[in-house]
């Protein structure tokens, strides 16, 4: 079963930066998709960005231009660097990887405010 840790997550002012990370161990040869999802407080959650085995990456439109999505295959690890963060991005962010079967991290706070 593959496992997801995340990492990263915090309070930063409007406009500053962070860099979530996401560990996966176990079987993950036959993952497709890797992403982040993030929900907010009484919100659904949303998928924010994915990144292809292949290398293609997608955005959502309300992220596109301040988020990007990395990967460090040999050590196994997504991150998601975060720039320019508004208070609407306050959410808890949660890795996802796709095999067939769906797999999620713990989830990691997320808080933009002054």
């Known amino acids: 079963q593959v496992q997801l840790v995340e990492s990263g997550g915090g309070l930063v002012q409007p406009g500053g930066s962070l860099r979530l990370s996401c560990a996966a161990s176990?079987?993950?040869?036959?993952?497709?998709?890797r992403a982040w999802y993030r929900q907010a407080p009484e919100k659904e959650r949303e998928l924010v960005a994915y990144?292809?085995?292949?290398?293609?990456?997608y955005y959502a439109d309300s992220v596109k231009g301040r988020f990007t999505i990395s990967r460090d295959n040999a050590q196994n690890t997504v991150y998601l660097q975060m720039n320019s963060l508004k208070p609407e991005d306050t959410a808890v962010y949660y890795c996802?990887?796709?095999?067939?079967?769906?797999?999620w991290g713990q989830g990691t706070q997320v808080t933009v405010s002054s």
């Open positions: 176990g079987p993950i040869s036959g993952v497709t998709v």
């Open positions: 990144i292809l085995v292949g290398g293609s990456v």
């Open positions: 996802n990887v796709r095999s067939g079967t769906w797999y």
